[in-house]
């Protein structure tokens, strides 16, 4: 815009306010259409054309077309799937071509999703969509030449930044699954403190627990969220423990570390898997099928079989397979002479020889040899002796440089303004709360 047109005369700028107008309402027309064509309840609001998904025809018989839908079936390759649905070949290989410029992953076909094409009187496709999850979809459409293009399209949700807080009742995850909060938060809170804090041996009644978190919400159900800020722990056994997310230039990305610099991460996590409940601690007890008293060598965590299983800390496999009274078992070997074992899996995901990272899945919780019921047995091998897994060294990983400490300091200080200004998700106890109960810490093995 030059000088002569900000000094045009007042019925020229009406004018122009009046197209503008006209403009305006005909895009938010445009995309009001779209969004009821498409049955779409997010509350995004799309003002170009990039940023409206493609629809499938509402009426397609009206228009000449005929529509085919179909579900992914258990061990169902997705062309059988097309085919089973009536697609023609020809059309399901058109359908399979494109998919592929999108890096459509068919092996992660999952029983359940769904796939609709319409297709026109030449036998040709005229649209197909194909929804992976309730926000994820992949489509093939038209565009005003005619010619087939494809997309993904992820629904827009709403996001806000808490701080997610509470005091312990009885764990931590009922405490923060109490307050309507999901598994996911959870998990992802455990990973940035779970080097440090056993979250089922250590926490007590009381404890306080701080999350700043970006929550991502579709029709007011929790769709997920953003990586964690900042996360805070201050506990009777524990102490405080806080960390902050800074990205320190490293290759596996941004890292969680203390106000000093110190790495939150550790050679080994304390738990392989999420918080759930521990039926047996190392150490001394009576066996539950030989009635023997008799040592126990490692953890005991009940588990729902399926249950995904991690390393605690990065390695190589060496042993996979069936390991008499532990059932399917995988072993792995570390740094420092430490071995783990992981027994009565259901299902085992890594070979032999295989390199695994630290929180890789690598199994699933199950029933297999000498078990009474769903769980995993886990314990440490120190230079080929069982070990208690507290005693396991577990020193950090890389600290922040003093070159790095001035950035990462002022990120913290930008996180801490940013956190006293959130909006506070706070769990109220239950009057059902148990009062003073302690946790398995209390045992001997604690």
Known sequence: MNLPALQSPKRKYTAAASAGALVVVVIVAVWLLSRTSAESTSRFVATDPADIPPVLVADPSAHGLVQYDGTVKPHMPFISAMLAAGIARPVADT????????????RMCRPGQTFTAQV????????????????????????????????????????????????????????IMAMGETPQLVSDYVDVLGYDIDFIFD????????????????????????PILAAEYEGELT??????????????????????????????????LSILRVTSGYGMRTHPISGQRKMHTGIDYAAPTGT???AVG?????????????????????????????????????????AVRQHQTIGAVGSTGY??????????????????????????????????????TGEMQRIDSVWTNTPRHIGRPRRNAIAGARSPASRADA
């Open 95 to 106: 359908i399979q071509k494109h998919l592929e410029t999108l890096s459509f992953d068919f």
């Open 120 to 175: 026109d009187s030449a036998g040709a496709l005229h649209t197909f969509s194909y929804v992976s999850d309730r926000l994820h979809s992949y489509w093939i459409y038209r565009d005003s030449t005619g010619t087939l293009q494809a997309r993904t399209w992820e629904i827009p949700v709403e996001s806000e930044l808490l701080s997610i807080e509470g005091n312990v009742e009885t764990s931590v995850y009922q405490t």
């Open 371 to 408: 078990s009474t019921g769903p769980h995993l047995h886990f314990e440490y091998l120190v230079n080929g002796k069982f070990t208690q897994p507290r005693k396991v060294k577990n020193p950090s990983l890389k600290r922040l440089t003093e070159e790095q400490m001035p950035a990462f």
């Open 308 to 310: 995904p299983v991690w």
């Open 314 to 354: 990065s390695g190589t496999v060496v042993f996979t397979g069936w390991k008499g009274g532990y059932g399917k078992t995988i072993e792995i070997k570390h740094s420092g002479a430490v071995k783990t074992r992981y027994g009565h899996l259901s299902k085992i995901l890594v070979r032999k020889g295989q």
């Open 203 to 226: 926490p007590r009644v009381g404890d306080r627990f701080r999350i700043l978190v970006e929550r991502r919400v579709l029709d007011g159900d929790i769709i997920g969220y953003g």
């Open 239 to 272: 102490g405080r423990v806080i960390g902050y997310r800074f990205d320190a230039g490293e290759k596996d990305g941004p890292g969680y570390f203390a106000p000093d610099g110190e790495n939150l991460q550790k050679t080994f996590m304390r738990s392989p």
